[in-house]
T-cell receptor, first 113, second 114 residues
Framework: DQQVKQNSPSLSVQEGRISILNCDYTNSMFDYFLWYKKYPAEGPTFLISISSIKDKNEDGRFTVFLNKSAKHLSLHIVPSQPGDSAVYFCAASVLTGTYKYIFGTGTRLKVLA | ETGVTQSPTHLIKTRGQQVTLRCSSQSGHNTVSWYQQALGQGPQFIFQYYREEENGRGNFPPRFSGLQFPNYSSELNVNALELDDSALYLC?????????????FGSGTQLSVL
């Protein structure tokens, strides 16, 4: 039972354009969401987070949108840069007790120069 | 640079053997989690330790066990290795941020079971 789904395994975007990565979840109890970026041979690196009391959070070129009714979140990267090429994971958690994060399967983003 | 270091980076074992993976967390982070990432998958939660006690466990059998020490280091032990245990094992220490918990990951240990 995949509670967090990233249905696009890969995405290619031209440099300077917007990259939109999507994530769907099934558990309505999730109340905190993270996006991570992973380069080969490195651990995942934190990008941005959002709690369920918000519907948008921005940090520089990165914006995360949360649609609770649709159980959907998205990560927007504007403008996309070649250094953004990596695998992106979304993760969700319930903020009580153990902070057990459920990760999606990832989307490989390739930004073309 | 997350301040979380894991050793070794790569390891090859044979089926039935036992393995110990090590992690050094960021100073001051009293929570450490271990995740397993199989090829083509996202990280899967194994367990979490808080102040040296297990604080939650994912769907992994008891042959996966751990320890957390007062000096912010921790271990993941796997007994009776199986071929399906081949994966990247990630350690993450935690810090509260913005009402949530932010994970700082190490680079992982790539375990191959032959």
């Amino acid at each position: 039972d995949q509670q967090v789904k990233q249905n696009s395994p890969s995405l290619s975007v031209q440099e300077g354009r917007i990259s939109i990565l999507n994530c769907d979840y099934t558990n309505s109890m999730f109340d905190y969401f993270l996006w991570y970026k992973k380069y080969p041979a490195e651990g995942p690196t934190f990008l941005i987070s959002i709690s369920s009391i918000k519907d948008k959070n921005e940090d520089g070129r990165f914006t995360v949108f949360l649609n609770k009714s649709a159980k959907h979140l998205s990560l927007h990267i504007v403008p996309s840069q070649p250094g953004d090429s990596a695998v992106y994971f979304c993760a969700a958690s319930v903020l009580t007790g153990t902070y057990k994060y459920i990760f999606g399967t990832g989307t490989r983003l390739k930004v073309l120069a | 640079e997350t301040g979380v270091t894991q050793s070794p980076t790569h390891l090859i074992k044979t089926r039935g053997q036992q393995v110990t993976l090590r992690c050094s967390s960021q100073s001051g982070h009293n929570t450490v989690s271990w995740y397993q990432q199989a090829l083509g998958q996202g990280p899967q939660f194994i367990f979490q330790y808080y102040r040296e006690e297990e604080n939650g466990r994912g769907n992994f059998p008891p042959r996966f066990s751990g320890l957390q020490f007062p000096n912010y280091s921790s271990e993941l032990n796997v007994n009776a290795l199986e071929l399906d245990d081949s994966a990247l094992y990630l350690c993450a220490s935690s810090q509260r941020v913005g009402g949530g918990e932010k994970l700082f990951f190490g680079s992982g240990t790539q375990l191959s079971v032959l």
